[in-house]
C-alpha cells in the first residue's frame, strides 16, 4: 500500500456510504486530514449512515489528530460544493457520492440526473476553479464509475478499452458520462482524474440493496430470498478493503498525459474472478450455519448476466491485484453484521 501523504487535504464525497466510509476511515488511520461530504440520503437505512459517521470520528479522535470534518450538504447544490472547496481547499478529491443502484434506476431516474450528472458537474466545475488566481488547485481527482458501464458486453474479462457504448440501465449511463464529463474537463483545464470501475462491492458495513446484504436478512428471518435468472449469473465480487486498497494506491499518483492532450486515465477495480451467484449463496449459507429458502425468478430489467474484471492495468500500474476470496469476505460480513444487529 503506498504511503500517505499527511500534508494533504482529501476531500471524500459520500463519506458516510459504504466505500467512503472505509476510504475515509483508512485515511484518518494514516493521520491524514479528510474533509467528509455526504447528503445523508434515505435511499437505505439512514441509522447505518449515522454509525459510519460515529466511527469515523471515534477514529479521528483515537488517532489523537481531531482531522475529520464533516459537511451535510448535496451535490446538485452548486453554492454548498463551492463553498466546501473554498474553505478547505483539498488537495486531492474522491468522488464517491451517488445515486446508487441499477433498479431503482428504472423507476427513479430523477435521482441519477441530479445527483450523478448536475452533482459530478459541480464537482468538476469546483476542481476546475480551483486553479483561479494562481492557487496550486486540485491535485488529482478520482471519481467512482461502475461495472455497470459494460453492460450487455460479451467479450471477457471486461478491459477498459472495451467499447462501453451500449448502457442497460439509466445508472450505468449516468456512470458512463461522468467518464465522458471527467475527460472533457482533464483535456480542457488540467485537471488529473481518474476513473474507477468497481465490481459488485461487499463487505462490513455494506448496503442494504445489495444482495450479500438483502440474503443475510431474509435468510435469518426464515424469509425466502429472490434469485434471478433462476441462479444463472456471475458476479466479480470484490471485498472493499481490496476496493480501499486500490484507491490509496492511486491516491498520490495522478495520470500522466493519455497521448490525448489529457491526464486522464480508467482502471476496473475487481477480484478478476466471477463467482457463480449461487457459489455465494452457498457460501452465506455456510457462514450462518442456515439454509436459505430459495425462490427462482427470470432475468431483471437492466441487470447483466456477468461481470468480470480484467485488472491487468491496475497489476502493472500499481503491482496490485485483489485477492481476498469470496468465502473468507463472506465470514468477516457475518460477523460484523451478527455483532452489528446484535445477534451473538
Not at 491524514?32 to 479521528?60: P, Q, T, W
Not at 480501499?244 to 475487481?270: E, F, H
Not at 456477468?306 to 500500474?317: H, W
Request: with cysteine; charged share 25%; glycine share 8%.
Amino acid at each position: 500500500m503506498s504511503i500517505v501523504d499527511v500534508s494533504k487535504r482529501y476531500l471524500i464525497t459520500g463519506a458516510a456510504g459504504f466505500i467512503g466510509y472505509h476510504l475515509s476511515r483508512r485515511l484518518l488511520e494514516a493521520g491524514a486530514s479528510v474533509i467528509g461530504f455526504d447528503n445523508m440520503n434515505d435511499y437505505y437505512d439512514v441509522s447505518l449512515k449515522e454509525e459510519r459517521l460515529r466511527l469515523l470520528k471515534d477514529v479521528s479522535s483515537k488517532v489523537g489528530n481531531g482531522n475529520f470534518t464533516f459537511v451535510k450538504g448535496n451535490l446538485q447544490d452548486k453554492s454548498v460544493v463551492d463553498q466546501v472547496f473554498g474553505k478547505y481547499h483539498p488537495d486531492i478529491v474522491v468522488n464517491l457520492a451517488a445515486q446508487a443502484g441499477v433498479r431503482y434506476s428504472i423507476d427513479h431516474p430523477e435521482s441519477y440526473i441530479e445527483s450523478n450528472i448536475i452533482g459530478f458537474y459541480n464537482i468538476l466545475e469546483a476542481c476546475r476553479h480551483s486553479y483561479d488566481n494562481g492557487a496550486s488547485g486540485v491535485e488529482h481527482l478520482l471519481f467512482a464509475s461502475s461495472s455497470s458501464v459494460y453492460g450487455g458486453n460479451t467479450k471477457v474479462p471486461f478491459s477498459t478499452e472495451d467499447k462501453v457504448d451500449e448502457p442497460v440501465s439509466l445508472y450505468a449511463a449516468t456512470k458512463k458520462s461522468n467518464e465522458l464529463m471527467a475527460h472533457s474537463y482533464s483535456k480542457l483545464y488540467g485537471i488529473p482524474s481518474t476513473g474507477l470501475r468497481f465490481f459488485t462491492v461487499y463487505g462490513p458495513l455494506g448496503r442494504p440493496d445489495m444482495a450479500l446484504f438483502k440474503f443475510t436478512n431474509k435468510i435469518l428471518k426464515g424469509e425466502p430470498i429472490q434469485i434471478y435468472n433462476n441462479g444463472d449469473m456471475k458476479r466479480d465480487f470484490t471485498y472493499v478493503d481490496d476496493i480501499v486498497t486500490g484507491i490509496m494506491n492511486m491516491l498520490p499518483c495522478p495520470p500522466a498525459d493519455n497521448g490525448k492532450g489529457a491526464r486522464y486515465k480508467v482502471y476496473n477495480i475487481g477480484n478478476n474472478h466471477p463467482e457463480p451467484l449461487m457459489n455465494m449463496v452457498s457460501f452465506l449459507e455456510e457462514a450462518l450455519g442456515m439454509e436459505a429458502q430459495k425462490e427462482f425468478l427470470p432475468m431483471q430489467a437492466g441487470d447483466v448476466y456477468q461481470t468480470y474484471a480484467d485488472v491487468s492495468e491496475l497489476e502493472r500500474d500499481f503491482g496490485f491485484k485483489p485477492d481476498t476470496s469470496l468465502r473468507d469476505g463472506i465470514n468477516s460480513f457475518v460477523r460484523w453484521y451478527k455483532e452489528y444487529y446484535k445477534l451473538t
